[in-house]
């Protein structure tokens, strides 16, 4: 699960990491009163970030015809007309997609004076089942392109998850940062945080970028987390019912949200060809197959290993809900789940939905010839396939017809 920037920099706060001072709102009123407290504690200027669960804002296009989803302000005015001209609009960005997000938020803060920018990850590497944190000196910038380009200026260090990150790990990296020896004890306390934070939360990922050094007006410094990224993980979270509260449903796709109501993996693709699978293998080599005769999966839809009927029955509508969709194939493997369960739920999705989309259907396994018998019997339209490539060849045949 995602959350907001906003949302990782309280949880990040709460583990004794830095972060700017400011709040998030909904209105430009809002935000030309957080402006206005920021400027009266001395703050010489204020940014107003857009908030959406996607990455590259500051380069991202409104199609209002505004640019930037990020702008600086130098007083409360400016301020509210840059939150006023935000909300309420759609922001596209390179993650978004053509057809881009709904900015109902916006979080004001601070923009403090910038002497360097830095890059902070912990995630799970799982070739070692083991966290491992991730620093490099270069922060602000694509760390893919850092990774590809120069991976020598990115440093890891692995945690045991028994012992957790020791203080020593952390001065290690800190100084891997080339940070100054004034900093390193705020340095290890702050990526000592970092790392709670991604083990308290169970999450997947907690990622700051940029992390700055930041100067003050007596001439210290400081490391503030001017961006946090965290993504949590959906299979803890029934442990984390506080942090289940931080679910943004607006941010996601109305047909998955509605697969999650009934404990079905769902994830809407390109293509035209929808897909009704149980297993998350068997589902990926069906669309692998689908794609090997020339079609294109409408989407990845996993009904697990012991699906009700109803929840068959919800599948199947919430693939007819997709418009793109334009043939159905049915690929059913059945261990404990039955074939005949998966044949009853098609039929009644069927006749309730008044299909009339080209079906193709390959049932194996636990009661598969009750399972065929009961589609025949039911006078559906379904063509049977006795293996997947036969099945995926059919479905695709129908949409050059």
């Excluded at 700017?20 to 009123?29: K, L, M, N, Q, Y």
């Excluded at 760390?143 to 020791?166: K, S, W």
């Amino acid at each position: 699960m995602n959350i907001h920037e906003y949302q990782a920099k309280q949880l990040l706060a709460q583990h004794g990491v830095a972060v700017p001072p400011g709040g998030v709102c909904s209105t430009a009123e809002d935000a030309r009163s957080i402006a206005l407290k920021l400027f009266a504690e001395g703050h010489k200027r204020v940014i107003v970030k857009s908030q959406i669960h996607a990455g590259g804002r500051g380069q991202g296009i409104f199609k209002s015809g505004l640019k930037g989803g990020v702008k600086l302000g130098q007083s409360a005015a400016e301020v509210y007309a840059h939150a006023k001209a935000m909300l309420g609009q759609i922001l596209v960005t390179q993650q978004t997609g053509p057809e881009g997000r709904l900015v109902s938020l916006v979080l004001v803060e601070s923009a403090l004076a910038i002497d360097q920018e830095l890059f902070v990850a912990v995630v799970l590497d799982r070739s070692l089942s083991r966290p491992v944190m991730m620093v490099c000196p270069s922060g602000g910038v694509n760390i893919e392109a850092v990774a590809a380009q120069t991976p020598e200026l990115i440093t890891r260090e692995v945690i045991d998850p028994v012992m957790g990150m020791m203080p020593y790990q952390a001065r290690k990296v800190a100084l891997a940062l080339g940070l100054k020896s004034e900093l390193l004890p705020a340095a290890t306390k702050l990526l000592l945080g970092v790392y709670r934070t991604w083990w308290e939360c169970e999450a997947t990922l907690v990622e700051i970028n940029p992390l700055h050094v930041v100067s003050h007006l007596n001439g210290d410094q400081s490391l503030v987390a001017v961006d946090g990224k965290i993504g949590l993980d959906d299979n803890a979270l029934y442990r984390h019912p506080e942090l289940l509260a931080l679910r943004d449903l607006a941010e996601e796709s109305a047909l998955e949200v509605e697969a999650s109501n009934y404990n079905l993996s769902y994830i809407k693709l390109d293509g035209n060809i929808a897909c009704l699978v149980n297993g998350a293998g068997l589902a990926m080599a069906t669309m692998d197959i689908i794609q090997h005769y020339g079609g294109r999966p409408a989407n990845f839809l996993d009904v697990g290993g012991g699906a009700r009927q109803e929840q068959v029955t919800a599948a199947f509508k919430i693939i007819l809900s997709d418009p793109s969709v334009k043939a159905i194939l049915v690929n059913i493997f059945g261990g404990i789940m039955q074939c005949d369960i998966i044949a009853h739920g098609l039929v009644a999705a069927v006749k309730e939905n008044r299909l009339t989309l080209p079906l193709v259907v390959r049932l194996e396994g636990t009661n598969a010839d009750r399972g065929r018998k009961i589609l025949k019997e039911s006078g559906l339209e379904a063509m049977g396939a006795g293996s997947l490539a036969e099945a995926a060849e059919k479905v695709v045949k129908t949409l050059l017809r």
